[in-house]
């Protein structure tokens, strides 16, 4: 039997890397070593920033946020000749919103599938349990380590029971004497208290060492060991604040000499000796919401006197005098446990002895035969249906998706509104209008890539609108390079596409103070949303009313602003209206497809079936005029397109193909129809190269956009508008993949 193993992986630090090695190990390494036949191979989760010298049982990496990974991986495992694949699941080590990049090397698996679940949630956001509920549809059995996580699956996640296996969390099968492991760590003196795993808030370190004065006025020979490093995503966000807090409180309760830091991940075998040398475990976590603790499953393996706070798989793992439980931040009923069982050394070398019993049933072999009586079980009886699932699209043909050319536009003022090729042009100096779609841009990739420069760039974007706004909540367009306003009054459509912006960050603001930001912002331009008179500045402020309405459904009077802006488009397109003309204006021109999209995103709030008519029915007019051959031909903006006259070929520009994109995008979530993610791909494919011209505008050296044709071909300069149309495009193509990939 041939197994293909899906996780982190050692080098890297990670506790499910560590699982996943145990696993391999226990199930391929240790068969091997017994005459039996399995076999296998791992595929490897990297992080964010990290390459790794992998063993050789990794044969392939996935980077964290690269969906095309993902992708290349699936074809890897199904041709590799494996029989089975076992997956090990944590939100947080798979890409995409809540790890749904996970989902599409699923679908496309064509053997059958075992997923351990490390993490599962009693309150699931939306995104969270959809995400779980479609990996367990598609596994032929779902791992778990506890009971509690069984009850949560059934009773939360409706899954069958009977698709549900319990196998504990293994523990090495090492055994070390406390004696020499004392002597080795020169603790022979000592009464050894610890704590080990990656350190974060959460971990609640600060409760034992709250607890300490009272126990070392007793036994002043009790040394508490807090080992670990702090987790890496604590550190990428917050450094080392959690442990310069815990080293302040050592200093200011004077336990200098009783409280030791050792900032190291250490292999098994060391780890082992330190839980040999230690007389008490304590894991003092501050809230129950833990399914699976891989650190207390090992102190119970080693035969360790553990305490610890109520969370779930303590409460179950300590059940029967195997352990002592005290309330979570209750740093004086941990005083007290640690006196009596310090006072107490039979009653101490009672909880080992039951730990150590216990540990003996779950050593990684003993649960390694469980896994391979699993997979041989799940293999004979052919519990799996393979269903070939069509692509709608492919994403291994897009580009990597890449903020360098916008990098190179923006400074700490804002983005430069045009380019000379490739070059910033400074004398153009800025516009609002593409500093909000910039925000828009950069707030979609922070929100679905976790990229780390969007984030960074954020309030670069955020604060040039807010400099821009009038007293009134209007606003100022143009900014000369030099800082000087340009204009008293921007034009309709920058206030609009503004709008646009703010109401997509206050749905999706990745903090508090850029959502109180936009929020401020936002109503100070309310009192102008009925002023408007542009068909296309209404529409894009009706869509960024719809994303606050989102997050603020309760708010009636923005939902009748929003209702009386949608019959201004509607009665607009009656007026203009005929048998062969089912549009807004007696001329399509620019920004198309951003009419019909503002009805769309309104027909899911108003939930008004004149709105919804209306949206399809100038859709469809729209796409019969620009997507006839398999390919988007653009309106040009040379002469437009008259009614009753000839539509204009050249000077095609790409904030029309994004409008496409997003218009098609918005079609598929209101009617469920896949046909739109279709027209969604194929109207992406202007960008590069299925157009009119047959000529790519995406710079692949430069990763900017062309602004446009021109009758003489394409026009080289790579301004911020063209950019940023490409990359609102390119991650709405791969929302929708996700989308398209999570239905079926």
Request: proline content about 3%; overall charge negative.
């Amino acid at each position: 039997m041939k197994i293909a193993f899906i996780g982190t992986y050692p080098p890297r630090e990670c506790g499910i890397g560590t699982f996943t090695r145990d696993l391999f190990n226990s199930v391929v390494i240790n068969n091997k070593k017994t005459g039996f036949s399995n076999d296998g191979f791992v595929v490897a989760l990297n992080d964010f920033t990290n390459n790794y010298e992998y063993p050789e049982e990794v044969k392939l990496t996935i980077r964290q946020e690269h969906q095309e990974d993902y992708i290349q991986a699936v074809k890897f495992i199904n041709l590799s000749g494996a029989d089975i694949c076992v997956l090990e699941h944590e939100f947080g080590i798979f890409g995409g919103q809540n790890g749904i990049y996970i989902l599409p090397l699923l679908h496309r698996l064509e053997v059958p599938l075992i997923v351990t679940l490390h993490t599962l949630l009693k309150a699931p956001s939306y995104n969270e349990k959809a995400v779980l509920q479609e990996i367990c549809k598609m596994a032929s059995q779902i791992v778990v380590m506890s009971h509690k996580a069984i009850d949560f699956l059934v009773n939360i996640y409706d899954v069958p029971e009977e698709k549900i296996a319990f196998i504990e969390h293994g523990v090495p099968d090492l055994e070390f004497s406390v004696e020499k492991s004392k002597n080795e760590f020169k603790l022979e003196q000592k009464k050894v208290l610890m704590t080990f795993g990656f350190i974060s808030r959460n971990k609640g370190i600060e409760t034992v060492i709250r607890a300490l004065p009272k126990v070392i006025e007793k036994h002043p020979n009790v040394i508490y060991l807090v080992l670990g490093k702090t987790h890496p995503n604590v550190l990428r966000h917050s450094g080392e604040e959690y442990r310069i807090f815990l080293m302040r409180l050592v200093k200011n309760l004077q336990l200098e000499n009783q409280v030791v830091f050792l900032n190291e991940f250490i292999d098994v075998k060391d780890l082992f000796k330190y839980l040999s040398a230690t007389d008490i475990y304590i894991t003092p976590y501050l809230n129950e919401a833990q399914i699976t603790s891989g650190t207390l499953s090992y102190a119970i393996g080693v035969g360790s006197a553990v305490i610890s706070t109520p969370y779930w798989h303590a409460s179950e793992l300590l059940a029967d005098g195997r352990g002592r439980l005290f309330n979570f931040n209750d740093s004086d009923e941990l005083t007290t446990i640690l006196m009596e069982l310090l006072d107490n050394p039979d009653e101490l070398n009672m909880l080992k002895h039951k730990a150590r019993a216990y540990g003996m049933r779950i050593t990684w072999p003993k649960t390694g035969e469980k896994y391979v009586a699993l997979a041989k079980q799940i293999i004979q009886q052919g519990i799996v249906e393979l269903v070939k699932k069509d692509t709608l699209f492919d994403s291994l043909i897009l580009p990597p998706f890449s903020l360098t050319h916008i990098n190179r536009l923006t400074d700490d003022t804002g983005i430069i509104q045009h380019a000379k090729f490739g070059v910033p042009n400074l004398k153009e100096g800025y516009c609002l209008d593409d500093n909000s779609r910039a925000l828009l841009m950069v707030l979609m990739a922070y929100r679905q890539m976790k990229d780390v420069r969007a984030l960074e760039l954020s309030p670069v974007y955020l604060s040039y609108i807010h400099y821009m706004q009038n007293k009134d909540g209007t606003f100022r367009n143009f900014l000369s390079f030099s800082r000087n306003y340009l204009d008293e009054l921007g034009s309709e459509d920058s206030f609009g596409r503004t709008i646009w912006a703010l109401g997509y960050l206050m749905g999706n603001a990745p903090n508090d103070a850029y959502y109180q930001t936009g929020r401020l912002l936002f109503f100070n331009a309310a009192p102008n949303f009925e002023k408007l008179k542009s068909i296309r500045s209404i529409a894009n402020t009706m869509i960024g009313i719809c994303y606050y309405l989102k997050t603020n459904p309760m708010d009636d009077s923005m939902t009748e602003r929003l209702r009386n802006m949608a019959h201004k488009l509607i009665t607009e397109y009656e007026k203009n209206e005929s048998d062969d003309w089912k549009w807004f204006e007696s001329l399509l021109a620019y920004d198309n497809g951003i009419l019909p999209l503002a009805l769309l995103h309104s027909a899911e709030i108003l939930n008004e079936d004149k709105v919804l008519e209306v949206a399809i029915n100038s859709m469809q007019f729209l796409t019969d005029h620009t997507l006839n051959d398999n390919y988007l031909s653009i309106i040009g903006n040379e002469k437009w397109y008259m009614k009753d006259g000839e539509r204009s070929t050249f000077a095609q520009q790409p904030i029309d193909a994004m409008a496409m994109v997003l218009m098609y995008h918005r079609a598929f979530h209101v009617t469920k129809d896949k046909e739109y993610l279709n027209k969604l791909y194929t109207s992406f494919l202007w960008f590069l190269g299925e157009n009119d011209l047959r000529m790519s505008l995406y710079d692949f050296e430069t990763k900017g956009c062309c602004d446009g044709f021109e009758s003489y071909g394409v026009n080289r300069n790579q301004g911020a508008e063209s950019s940023l149309a490409y990359l609102i495009s390119h991650l709405t193509v791969l929302q929708a993949y996700e989308e398209f990939n999570y239905r079926n």
